[in-house]
């Protein structure tokens, strides 16, 4: 029944998503122009919780664990493993008061409406994976952005999406930018689990009624560990709660 559910509900679920996707295109552009950053950053707020709620569709059960370690006044850098697209407004939305930032491929500010747009004016570094000094400087700008404005960071060391949902071997130097730019920022685990199962078979059809979780862990002070000790440290913890 799970699988003939998958197949009959993917359709709406994709269109459901690229509606809103598209959709919030304009009400960003008109948000922005009339009314301001914050208007604009309260309808990415809402296009975030919209796009969530789309996996009900797909009958997924969503949970929301650690909301209480969510520190307060200090800029955040948000760790996170990496399972699919899905992760970005879960992320935008649970970490929503920080107005959090991504650091994202340059090649998503073109051509993806609501999350070009939103990339480009939410001051995200825009990183050129060819480029390595071109990235150390975006980054090491966005760490010095959130340690001025208590804003979030979020980066997935992983580098790329993990299809299974094993944990891949984290990168340190986007971390120790960051960290280098933003001195006294917390570092925040956040741990998703259940993405990947829905996209077992691909983007069709796309598994109906798994389980999603997502997770923040206790904040992590940087200055207890050196900077080569650090990235493990989150690592492991992160791969503890997946397994």
């Known amino acids: 029944m799970k699988k003939v559910l998958g197949f009959l509900l993917t359709p709406v679920f ?19 122009k009339l009314f301001g950053e914050h208007a604009r950053r309260r309808s ?17 059960r969503v949970r ?45 500010s073109k051509n993806m409406f609501s999350i070009s747009y939103n990339l480009k004016h939410g001051q995200s570094a825009l990183i050129d994976r060819a480029n390595g000094s071109q990235s150390v400087r975006e980054i090491l700008k966005l760490g010095k952005l959130i340690e001025k404005n208590n804003y979030a960071a979020c980066i997935f060391p992983e580098g790329t999406r993990s299809k299974d949902g094993q944990l891949k071997p984290f990168m340190s130097a986007g971390i120790q930018t960051l960290l280098r730019g933003a001195p006294s920022a917390v570092i925040v685990p956040f741990v998703i689990s259940g993405h990947h199962k829905i996209l077992k078979n691909g983007n069709f059809p796309l598994q109906f ?23 493990g440290y989150l690592e492991k913890v992160i791969e503890e709660q997946l397994q």
Not at 45 to 56: F, S, Y
Request: proline fraction near 7%; charge should be negative.
């Open 209 to 231: 009624g798994e389980k999603v979780t997502y997770q923040i862990l206790k904040p992590v002070e940087p200055c207890n560990y050196s900077s080569d000790e650090i990235t």
């Open 14 to 32: 994709q269109l459901y998503m690229i509606a809103l996707i598209i959709g919030f295109y304009p009400v960003q552009v008109i948000a922005l």
């Open 64 to 108: 929301y664990l650690g909301l209480e370690n969510l520190p307060k006044d200090r800029p955040v850098i948000v760790v996170a493993n990496h399972q699919s697209m899905y992760d970005i407004p879960a992320i935008g939305w649970i970490f929503r008061d920080y107005y959090p930032k991504f650091i994202a491929k340059i090649e998503l």
């Open 44 to 60: 990415v707020d809402l296009l975030n919780i919209m796009l969530l709620r789309g996996l009900w569709i797909m009958g997924a």
